[in-house]
């Protein structure tokens, strides 16, 4: 069979890496929201929201089911299917603004929610399944960089979607590369759509299954400690489920995913309520596309230490252990949280956000390597993919505690060209975080405490 012919592992981190940084442009969401919001100007800051919510739901759930697929059909069917999924559901987001607003919201999640999440589920599954097969000695730096291209996504796609939205220059760390027509907040999710269904599907190719037994030149697996009770190698899904260490593990996993995605969702808009709050009105059109762009980059830069972070933790957590790893982690997260509502200046906000992503970056490395860990990798597709409802789970509830608990403080008008060349005003809403911020870094902190107690499930009945 081709899945069983030996290659070199590498290749398979390569296939990952370019899948993964497609998948990862879901988290620039937050670029569209302020666009989408000056075409349907009805839609509340919950509305505007849903979508994000709802991929992010529908890429867990997806885990799920395209785990245990691919476990059984391969890793690179199911990549590429993924890859035709998401295309899809990008490209016929085009055609949202063809509609009234309630339609037009309906239509939204149904392409870029649904299918997209559905997309972004089955192929995202596959790198990460296969990778931990290849690297058994050296899990946790290897489930960090499958996933850090994930990670990275929104660093190049942020001000891709930002340059196509509006118009003007691709920009990085403040610099231009080029020049890009507008085409539009619906153009730019087909232009986006084609782009990912390319690249996933040719990163497909190189992820193949290492054959039975397979073990790296030179490397033993380690032995128990003596006296050590025995753990179960394999546990199926339904054995995993059945351990109270699993619901311990989602749990925690659900608090910092609730957190980071908090922050990474909304991390424009919560930029342009801190720094256009204490503006003057009318905010100048060139004022605001500064404020806009500033947070366009802050969702560039925050993308690059959550790629950071799941290469960082993934190698700490090598060297010192899953559990040191995570409980540092939750308590980092959680300071941060509580502190970001004070960092207002643009460098101490672009900090606060970052530690954050860090931080996030960590849990999705971690994650899959304690499920590996603890519950083996024969099914490792289906187990994670029900570890991974955590985080549909928590990117439901994170950005809806942004959107639910913030409170609109004032109004305030700016000015923009409208599609037929006019200086129009609109108006922003400008929001008041606090209490999200707080109720995640109470989550977080709480989440440290509980990940004390975690260890390897023992055989139960010998």
Not at 47 to 62: C, E, H, R, S, W
Not at 119 to 129: Q, T
Not at 227 to 235: P, R
Not at 397 to 413: D, N, Q
């Amino acid at each position: 069979m081709a899945d069983e012919k030996l290659m070199n592992r590498w290749l398979v981190v390569v296939g990952a890496l370019v899948i993964q940084v497609s998948l990862g442009a879901v988290y620039i969401w937050s670029v569209f929201q302020t666009p989408l919001k000056a075409v349907f100007p009805t839609w509340t800051e919950t509305q505007v929201t849903l979508p994000a919510q709802l991929v992010l739901a529908a890429f867990a759930l997806a885990v799920i089911f395209g785990g245990r697929i691919q476990d059984k059909l391969g890793p690179r069917k199911v990549g590429t299917a993924g890859g035709v999924i998401l295309g899809l559901g990008l490209i016929l987001a085009r055609f949202t603004g063809n509609l009234p607003p309630g339609p037009a919201l309906a239509w939204l999640i149904l392409t870029f929610s649904v299918l997209g999440g559905i997309g972004i589920g089955a192929a995202y599954v596959c790198p990460i399944a296969t990778c931990v097969k290849w690297f058994p000695d050296k899990r946790g730096l290897i489930t960090g960089l499958a996933v850090a291209g994930f990670g990275a996504g929104a660093f190049f796609f942020a001000p891709l979607a930002k340059a196509l939205i509006s118009g003007g220059a691709y920009q990085l760390f403040g610099l231009s590369l080029f020049t890009l027509p507008a085409l539009g907040v619906f153009n730019t999710f087909m232009t986006l759509g084609i782009i990912f269904l390319v690249a996933v599907v040719v990163g497909s190719q190189l992820l193949r299954n290492p054959p039975a037994g397979y073990l790296p030149a030179g490397w033993t697996p380690p032995k128990p400690a003596a006296g050590a009770a025995a753990s179960k190698v394999d546990f199926t899904p339904t054995e995993m489920l059945k351990t109270p260490m699993f619901w311990i593990l989602w749990l925690t996993y659900f608090a910092g995913c609730a957190a980071g995605l908090q922050v990474i969702m909304k991390a424009s808009p919560i930029w342009q309520s801190f720094s256009i709050a204490p503006m003057q009105p009318p905010v100048s059109e060139s004022a605001f596309g500064a404020v806009a762009a500033a947070g366009a980059m802050a969702v560039s830069i925050l993308a690059i230490f959550n790629a950071i972070g799941r290469i960082l933790w993934g190698k700490i957590s090598d060297n010192i252990g899953r559990k040191n790893t995570l409980v540092l982690m939750f308590a980092i997260c959680a300071v941060a949280m509580f502190a970001l509502d004070w960092m207002r200046a643009y460098p101490l906000y672009l900090a606060g956000i970052c530690v954050v992503g860090l931080c996030f970056g960590g849990y999705l490395a971690l994650y899959p390597a304690v499920t590996a860990d603890y519950y083996g990798t024969k099914h490792i597709g289906v187990n994670y993919g029900w570890m991974f409802s955590a985080y549909g789970v928590g990117g439901l509830s994170g950005p809806f505690l942004a959107a639910w608990l913030m409170k609109t403080v004032k109004t305030v008008e700016y000015q923009v060209t409208d599609a037929a060349g006019q200086l129009v005003t609109k108006t922003f809403a400008v929001g008041d975080y606090r209490t999200a911020f707080f109720v995640s870094g109470v989550a977080c902190a709480i989440a440290a405490v509980l990940t004390l107690s975690i260890s390897a499930p023992k055989v139960k009945g010998g």
